[in-house]
């Protein structure tokens, strides 16, 4: 089993920055994806960005040149700052780590993009 942290999300206004961060210990695998999901009521999950073992990264076509995906593979860590964050960013973020068939998901942490 993957025991996954997530911290970083909150309140922010329109063209605001966050950095999500989280952390997975127990059976974790080097050679496992990282990424991040949204979520917001009456919809289904969607992927926001990945990245692979080897650093090779996919964003949704919404956030890109606003998100970067990065990890430390040193401490099972990976990232997602946000930049020019805009209402529509509104979800609940959850952190996937897996491959494959073989995933597990974070609790989530809320992220609120409002003035």
């Known amino acids: 089993q993957v025991h996954i942290v997530e911290s970083g999300g909150g309140l922010v206004q329109p063209g605001g920055s966050l950095r999500l961060s989280c952390t997975a210990s127990?059976?974790?695998?080097?050679?496992?994806?990282m990424g991040w999901y949204r979520q917001v009521p009456g919809k289904q999950r969607e992927l926001v960005a990945l990245i692979t073992s080897g650093g090779s990264t996919n964003y949704a076509d919404s956030v890109k040149g606003r998100f970067t995906i990065s990890r430390d593979n040193a401490k099972n860590t990976v990232y997602l700052q946000m930049n020019t964050l805009e209402p529509e960013d509104t979800a609940v973020y959850y952190c996937n780590v897996g491959l494959g068939r073989v995933a597990y998901w974070g609790q989530g942490t809320q992220v609120t993009v409002s003035s």
């Open positions: 127990g059976s974790m695998r080097s050679y496992y994806a």
